[in-house]
């Protein structure tokens, strides 16, 4: 008995302290990274693919969103990038009120308004000391598209040709105008689900680069009708664009 007991107090021993056996260190191999890789981008294609089945979808909730409102109260950050000038930053206060006016109020840089009153169009820097007038439908100014928000909003009839694409949660909508004789040759929407624009893009047809983010929505707030007239200060010459 205690010889058995001896040999297994042995066996116990020279188990427990065997070294286990090597286990190699796998890695994925150059094949199972491609086939990640076309899982991965076979699922963003489907996602792209799949977006434009509900375009018509979300541009009615962008023409529902807008047609219905009366006035718009918004903030918005500018971004400029002409084909051989450096960016140009600015901000301020947007206001819209049907039918088609608009006025941009700039905090930066202070004092520069582009005013509307849906037939003419003016655009004011203090430093200039002077300002432009132009008609509506004929202005040459990227920012004079965005009057149609609060107009009678219809892609279809403004538009030729849509593309969407995921972002997030929302969607870019991107469409190319009917009309070869604007100032731009395409646009771009960022929108939410339900419709509300937080970003547009807008290319010039010189390829000049216009891009606004909006924050702080306000739909139907009280607008005066006075601030969509421009007022000149002392001194300031209103001149038809191209003068």
């Not at 206001?95 to 003016?122: N, Q, T």
């Not at 216009?210 to 306000?218: A, C, H, K, V, Y």
Request: aromatic share 10%.
């Amino acid at each position: 008995m205690q010889k058995l007991a001896a040999k297994n107090a042995s066996d116990f021993q020279s188990t427990r302290y065997a070294p286990l056996p090597r286990q190699p260190f796998v890695t994925p191999s150059t094949a199972t990274r491609a086939q990640a890789c076309v899982i991965w981008f076979s699922f963003m294609a489907l996602s792209v693919i799949a977006a434009p089945r509900n375009v018509d979808g979300l541009l009615k909730n962008v023409e529902t969103r807008y047609n219905r409102a009366q006035s718009l109260k918004l903030d918005f950050s500018e971004s400029y990038a002409g084909m051989k000038s450096p960016v140009q930053n600015e901000s301020g206060v947007l206001f819209l009120r049907k039918p088609g006016r608009m006025r941009w109020e700039y905090v930066s840089p202070a004092g520069k308004v582009f005013i509307s009153d849906g037939k003419d169009v003016v655009l004011y820097s203090p430093e200039d000391q002077r300002a432009e007038k132009s008609k509506l439908k004929e202005s040459e100014d990227m920012r004079a598209p965005l009057a149609f928000l609060l107009g009678k909003l219809d892609f279809k009839k403004e538009f030729k040709s849509f593309q969407t694409r995921v972002e997030g949660g929302d969607s870019w909508i991107v469409a190319e105008p009917k009309s070869e004789n604007l100032a731009y040759s395409r646009v771009e929407f960022l929108a939410t689900p339900e419709g509300e624009i937080r970003r547009v893009r807008i290319t010039g047809q010189d390829q000049s680069k216009l891009d606004f983010t909006f924050s702080n929505e306000q739909l139907n707030v009280p607008v005066a009708p006075s601030l969509f007239t421009f007022h000149p200060p002392a001194g300031v010459q209103v001149v038809e664009a191209g003068q």
